[in-house]
């Protein structure tokens, strides 16, 4: 079975500083890279980056970057210069082979003033 | 910006009545989901649509969900009736083609309340 693996239920960072969330995959194709999201306590799960696995440079948009390791089947989730609004659950996700996303349990992060 | 909607944010309600959320994803957007999230869970897919058709209802409980896409645009899902159970997040996302590249942008969710 595919399987997305967060194993930080929570974290908690400095304002200002960087943090790096964790995910690794256990599927059968990985090859369609994978997604990270963040869901305030509002609720909306919002798009923040993709990475498809054999990109050449890891991605980035903004202050988000991943660090994708295909050898150690991991796709981690840095936010640089974390700021209070930042502060969220993030899942990752990985578009299966149904084309849904199967997602990760998910991390809360915190960041403090 | 084009958005995703969905209404309404809220909805309580009491076991065995029937409830129904709607939605009307990005304009131009084949593809339409429906995922249902359990408190401290991620979201997990109930049914997938390409334009009208339904490409996935295998987690759709069917005897008491059911959904709808009549033109290839807004979405309605229905549940009859409502279950304790069915308490949750229901979320609503489109995408372009469906394609496993690419993204899904979600609406706000509705969060039910079974009582």
């Known amino acids: 079975a595919q399987k997305i693996t967060q194993t930080q239920p929570g974290m908690f960072v400095q304002e200002k500083e960087a943090v790096t969330l964790d995910c690794t995959y256990d599927?059968?194709?990985?090859?369609?890279?994978l997604f990270w999201y963040k869901q305030p306590s509002s609720g909306e799960m919002i798009f923040l980056i993709y990475?498809?696995?054999?990109?050449?440079q890891n991605a980035t948009e903004g202050r988000y970057s991943l660090n994708f390791q295909k050898a150690r089947k991991s796709a981690n989730l840095v936010i640089s210069a974390s700021q209070l609004g930042d502060s969220a659950m993030y899942f990752c996700?990985?578009?299966?082979?149904?084309?849904?996303?199967?997602f990760g349990s998910g991390t809360q992060l915190t960041v403090l003033p | 910006e084009a958005e995703v909607a969905q209404s309404p944010r809220y909805k309580i309600t009491e076991k065995s009545q029937a409830v129904a959320f709607w939605c009307d994803p990005i304009?131009?957007?084949?593809?339409l989901y429906w995922y249902r999230q359990i408190l401290g869970q991620g979201p997990e897919l109930l049914v997938q649509?390409?334009?009208?058709?339904?490409?996935?209802d295998s987690q759709l409980p069917k005897d008491r969900f059911s959904a709808e896409r009549l033109k290839g645009v807004d979405s309605t899902l229905k549940i009859q009736p409502a279950e304790l159970g069915d308490s949750a997040m229901y979320l609503c996302?489109?995408?372009?083609?469906?394609?496993?590249?690419?993204?899904?942008?979600f609406g706000p969710g509705t969060r039910l309340t079974v009582l």
């Open positions: 996700a990985w578009p299966g082979s149904a084309r849904q996303l199967t």
């Open positions: 599927t059968s194709d990985p090859s369609y890279g």
């Open positions: 990475q498809g696995s054999y990109d050449q």
């Open positions: 304009s131009g957007h084949a593809t």
């Open positions: 649509f390409q334009d009208e058709s339904v490409v996935d």
């Open positions: 996302a489109s995408s372009l083609t469906g394609g496993r590249r690419d993204t899904q942008y």
